[in-house]
């Protein structure tokens, strides 16, 4: 498989963002978390992983950073199973999981944005953009972890929160894979056409 012929399949990505939009809206629509609701949250964290997982793949050859979305990818796939697994009933224990997985999830958005601004950096504005939806990703989730960490146990409206910071999470991840993806688009369309 030639290096210049890998186009990523940026409607993988947009999925799995558009499935924490709807992991999202599940959860704050569901009043205290029925375990029906946590059963179907972590089917959608397995068929997210999976999504992230295929979309990963074949992008190792053109992006140094493919790793990222492995370990999005394995840490998505990892809740999906340890929810279902677990047969979680309790709504407090899965939020303790969501929380741990929140935080797991922030680290690596952070590191990402760190390797991005560090080694990858071109001085381009998409670039910037890129980092700072990154950086806003990260922050969410650093804040939904802390939140379900310390805060969920006493508050009413934990499981609206919970879906509002999804919504939140899958809007920024979709706005970045649009932006990403207008950026390789034209960087393709550049080296190819600079080469003939």
Avoid: C
């Avoid at 205290?32 to 074949?58: E, Q, Y």
């Avoid at 953009?129 to 960490?149: G, K, M, N, P, Q």
Wanted: proline fraction near 2%; avoid cysteine; glycine fraction near 8%.
């Amino acid at each position: 498989m030639e290096r210049k012929n890998i186009v990523p399949k940026w409607g993988l990505l947009l999925a799995k963002s558009a499935l924490l939009v709807i992991i999202g809206l599940l959860t704050m629509f569901s009043g205290d978390g029925p375990s029906a609701i946590i059963t179907i949250v972590g089917i959608l964290f397995i068929i997210a992983g999976i999504t992230h997982f295929v979309f990963s793949i074949p992008i190792r050859l053109i992006d140094k950073s493919y790793w990222f979305h492995l370990i999005q990818a394995l840490t998505d796939l990892g809740l999906g199973i340890v929810v279902l697994v677990s047969s979680v009933r309790e709504p407090r224990l899965f939020m303790d999981y969501l929380g741990f997985w929140a935080l797991i999830y922030g680290s690596i958005q952070t590191t990402q944005a760190m390797y991005n601004f560090l080694i990858l950096r071109s001085g381009r504005a998409d670039n910037l953009s890129s980092r700072t939806l990154l950086a806003i990703a990260s922050a969410i989730s650093v804040s939904l972890a802390f939140f379900l960490l310390f805060f969920s146990t006493r508050n009413e409206l934990a499981w609206f929160w919970i879906g509002l910071h999804f919504v939140g999470l899958g809007g920024v991840y979709i706005l970045n894979t649009l932006r990403t993806r207008a950026t390789f688009s034209q960087s393709y369309y550049d080296q190819t056409y600079q080469n003939r």
